[in-house]
């Protein structure tokens, strides 16, 4: 069916046709039927005006598709569900490391090391085999900013410092050093040209385009508490407060939901969104 094409507004103030392209991919990737996907879309379609922001574009997708489905639902939502993990970025930076440990690094968060000329504050430090990873974690709690060119040319000399640093130890054990920036949303074009160039790991919510911090998230089933509907905000805060971060860890921290003063009801209800959140992996892009 062809549709009439509707102007809608993104975060950053720009207008822009309206694309179901683009909705039904997130639709997709949350995992929902195309049953559902058809209903959701067709039902935002009706609902869409003139200059609609791109919010309340999402939110209208996301209530429509948690009467479906809770885990899609969840699924669906990670994007802003990790801008919730604010506003400190310290739940962002463990969940960054719980990231590498999937990948069977030992991480160790906010760490003070000696480079060769000044001590450096390190987001998240992983090492494995003999290599060290050096991330530095920049988290945005809202939407359409963007990492610029100035945080890969600040990043790159605090990393050779550190791994100078490493070298001039007598005991040092480390062979080979990795330096990363990680953000939750976008990469300038100069940021990505000049991160590539100088040797960075890049990780943006969409870059790179096979390896994202999307991409990585729903292979390993790491989804942050935040993405649960079957919690509110301050249940989400609390459960962060105690460090849980994840949401695979939350079966193992049962006492905390009782603390709460959930019923049994809400508790079995949490852990099996949970359970279907890690269960329901995404299929690798070819």
Not at 93 to 104: D, P, S, T
Not at 242 to 263: I, N, T, Y
Request: proline letters at 3%.
């Amino acid at each position: 069916m062809v549709r009439s094409t509707i102007q809608i507004t993104k975060a950053s103030g720009e207008e822009v046709p309206f694309s179901e392209k683009k909705l039904r991919a997130s639709l997709e990737r949350s995992g929902a039927t195309e049953s559902q996907i058809e209903s959701v879309v067709d039902d935002v379609y009706n609902q869409l005006y003139e200059g609609i922001e791109t919010g309340k574009i999402y939110r209208k997708a996301y209530q429509l598709l948690r009467k479906k489905s809770r885990s899609k639902a969840a699924r669906y939502k990670l994007k802003k569900a990790i801008m919730e993990l604010g506003p400190s970025g310290y739940p962002f930076e463990q969940f960054v490391a719980a990231i590498l440990q999937q990948q069977g690094f030992r991480t160790e968060v906010g760490v003070v090391v000696p480079g060769r000329c000044v001590q450096h504050e390190v987001d998240v430090m992983a090492d494995k085999n003999g290599k060290l990873i050096m991330v530095e974690c920049k988290f945005h709690n809202r939407p359409g900013v963007k990492c610029d060119v100035k945080v890969p040319l600040y990043i790159h000399s605090r990393f050779r410092d550190v791994a100078m640093g490493q070298n001039d130890k007598k005991d040092n054990r480390f062979r080979d050093y990795d330096g990363w920036i990680v953000t939750n949303t976008r990469f300038t074009d100069d940021a990505v040209s000049y991160g590539t160039c100088s040797g960075l790991t890049l990780l943006g919510w969409d870059y790179p385009a096979k390896s994202s911090l999307r991409h990585r998230i729903g292979l390993a089933g790491l989804h942050p508490v935040t993405c649960l509907s079957t919690l509110n905000r301050k249940e989400k805060e609390y459960l962060l407060g105690h460090g849980v971060v994840l949401c695979r860890k939350v079966p193992e921290k049962e006492d905390l939901l009782h603390a709460l003063g959930l019923s049994e009801h809400r508790v079995a209800k949490v852990i099996m969104e949970c359970e279907e959140l890690v269960n329901e992996l995404d299929v690798p892009e070819t």
